[in-house]
T-cell receptor, first 113, second 108 residues
Framework: NAGVTQTPKFQVLKTGQSMTLQCAQDMNHNSMYWYRQDPGMGLRLIYYSASEGTTDKGEVPNGYNVSRLNKREFSLRLESAAPSQTSVYFC????????????FGPGTRLTVT | SQQGEEDPQALSIQEGENATMNCSYKTSINNLQWYRQNSGRGLVHLILIRSNEREKHSGRLRVTLDTSKKSSSLLITASRAADTASYFCATDGNQFYFGTGTSLTVIP
């Protein structure tokens, strides 16, 4: 099993450009998450999907959209990138219900100039 | 705003010593989890403690939880150079919130 995979690993965008970060998991998990990590800030939840077909906003959703394409895939889209979105983005998944750990992907390092 | 805050922000110890890091949080939780992050990598789950538990052990890890004080601590005993990493607490309630992390350096 590959676990949680993310593409791309690195990306440089100019202000105003758009892009989609891809995430896939092969563990048959219902819930998937997108976080951003900035220096000294820990991880902040952008959006999550409790199950296929549902998405909800997290702590910092502005400037982002998500799509839960199917049970395996959860994508994050930046429609018009801004320098403030320079960050490392992590995708995670876990089974439904309480008391389960999250499994993380390796991250995407995004720079917006 | 962050749900959890950790202290210290950074900790440097000699190999073989114990490392203690603390986490405080703001709202009610179902459980609290600790994760480890090596530089440039994703997070890896270490241990989970439910809200009705007060202490839990896993190998060299010991976690305590005090829901009345909304705080938790992670103790790593007999530290090794390979324990050098950042450690995050995460609260699992209505949403999942991560703390700001403690950067641990273990000097060989």
């Amino acid at each position: 099993n590959a676990g949680v995979t993310q593409t791309p690993k690195f990306q440089v965008l100019k202000t105003g450009q758009s892009m989609t970060l891809q995430c896939a998991q092969d563990m048959n998990h219902n819930s998937m998450y997108w976080y951003r990590q900035d220096p000294g800030m820990g991880l902040r939840l952008i959006y999550y999907s409790a199950s296929e077909g549902t998405t909800d906003k997290g702590e910092v959703p502005n400037g982002y959209n998500v799509s839960r394409l199917n049970k395996r895939e959860f994508s994050l889209r930046l429609e018009s990138a801004a320098p403030s979105q320079t960050s490392v983005y992590f995708c995670a998944s876990r089974p439904s219900g309480q008391a389960y750990e999250q499994y993380f992907g390796p991250g995407t390092r995004l720079t917006v100039t | 705003s962050q749900q959890g805050e950790e202290d210290p922000q950074a900790l440097s110890i000699q190999e073989g010593e114990n490392a203690t890091m603390n986490c405080s949080y703001k709202t009610s939780i179902n459980n609290l989890q600790w994760y480890r992050q090596n530089s440039g990598r994703g997070l890896v789950h270490l241990i989970l403690i439910r809200s009705n538990e007060r202490e839990k052990h896993s190998g060299r890890l010991r976690v305590t939880l005090d829901t009345s004080k909304k705080s938790s601590s992670l103790l790593i005993t007999a530290s090794r150079a390979a324990d050098t990493a950042s450690y995050f607490c995460a609260t699992d309630g209505n949403q999942f919130y991560f703390g700001t992390g403690t950067s641990l350096t273990v000097i060989p």
